[in-house]
Nanobody
Framework: QVQLVESGGGLVQAGGSLSLSCAAA????????MSWFRQAPGKEREFVAG???????YLADSVKGRFTISRDIAKNTVDLQMNNLRPEDTAVYYC??????????????????WGQGTQVTVSS
């Protein structure tokens, strides 16, 4: 079991930066694949960035070159650094966890554990 709590959302102008953090509790965090997803009003939840146990990173094409994902096993945190934000990045951002032995997935259906979400709003 993994419990997740996101923080760091807010309002920023286009071109600005925000950093999101996901704090995890549970003894299986260190063996979990961790990913960030986002969901805009009226849209499906979509993959943003993921990181495997040993540090392999996956990024959606729409955020490559702008977003960075990292994890700190000792602190049980996964961070998402978002730079050069665009209005289309506006969404509720969710942290998800999946058992590491199952491998990486960019489908939200494959993540059984979720945080409550944090709102990111980018104004033009």
């Amino acid at each position: 079991q993994v419990q997740l709590v996101e923080s760091g959302g807010g309002l920023v102008q286009a071109g600005g930066s925000l950093s999101l953090s996901c704090a995890a509790a549970g003894r299986t965090f260190s063996t979990s694949v961790m990913s960030w997803f986002r969901q805009a009003p009226g849209k499906e939840r979509e993959f943003v960035a993921g990181i495997k146990v040993l540090g392999s990173v996956y990024l959606a094409d729409s955020v490559k070159g702008r977003f960075t994902i990292s994890r700190d096993i000792a602190k049980n945190t996964v961070d998402l650094q978002m730079n050069n934000l665009r209005p289309e990045d506006t969404a509720v951002y969710y942290c998800g966890a999946r058992a590491g032995f199952r491998g990486f997935s960019d489908s939200s259906d494959d993540y059984p554990y979720w945080g409550q979400g944090t709102q990111v709003t980018v104004s033009s």
